[in-house]
């Protein structure tokens, strides 16, 4: 029996929305010459309202995206939706990154840049609008945005926690 014919009965284990943002090529130089690896961010979300991020670091490239992508699978996360937006504006912040996210109107598509809308596409969000300050770094864009989504709850989820009435919440 061949090896192909062994394992042709399986089936994907998941139907993930997998992103690679970023690849930094790493040296270090050492006695005999110079040591290369390369280091991956993956995002892996399943498109409904899970996400979440790894780094994963090799010494070839889809070694290092395998890697950050099983690191990725196991520390997702999940967050309140609204349709196909978020229920309220939210700060996310990590390291010297901040990530402002805001619910927009049905139409208005994801307005993100780079490393935030790769987070925002694999979630399933459909209607964003983003603000990255501080800084561009990739990883930190991630996590930020990420540390935002798992603050986002929904008005009957708040008044659950309190034990009020959602009608309650207004005043």
């Known amino acids: 029996m061949a090896r192909n014919e062994r394992f042709s009965h399986r089936e994907p284990k ?3 929305i997998k992103r ?3 690849i930094n090529r790493v040296t270090k130089v050492v006695k005999g010459g110079r040591n290369i690896r390369f280091a991956a961010l993956v995002v892996v979300g399943d498109g409904a309202n899970r996400v979440g991020c790894g780094l994963g670091k090799a010494k070839e490239v ?9 690191i990725a699978q196991k520390n997702m996360i999940s967050f309140s939706m609204k349709g196909l937006t978020i229920p309220h ?3 996310g912040v990590y390291g010297r990154g901040k990530v402002i996210m805001m619910p927009a109107p049905e139409g208005t598509g994801i307005i993100a840049g780079g490393a935030v809308r ?6 399933g969000l459909k209607n964003v609008r ?14 930020a945005t990420i540390e935002g989504l798992s603050q986002l709850r929904t008005a009957q989820e708040i008044a659950q926690i309190r034990g009020i009435p959602v009608e309650q919440l207004a005043d």
């Open 20 to 22: 690679t943002v970023s």
């Open 62 to 70: 889809p070694e290092a995206i395998e890697k950050a992508t099983k």
């Open 89 to 91: 504006a939210v700060e």
């Open 130 to 143: 983003t603000k990255n300050i501080g800084t561009n770094n990739p990883i930190n864009s991630v996590k």
């Open 14 to 16: 998941d139907n993930l």
């Open 118 to 123: 790769a987070v925002l596409e694999a979630t």
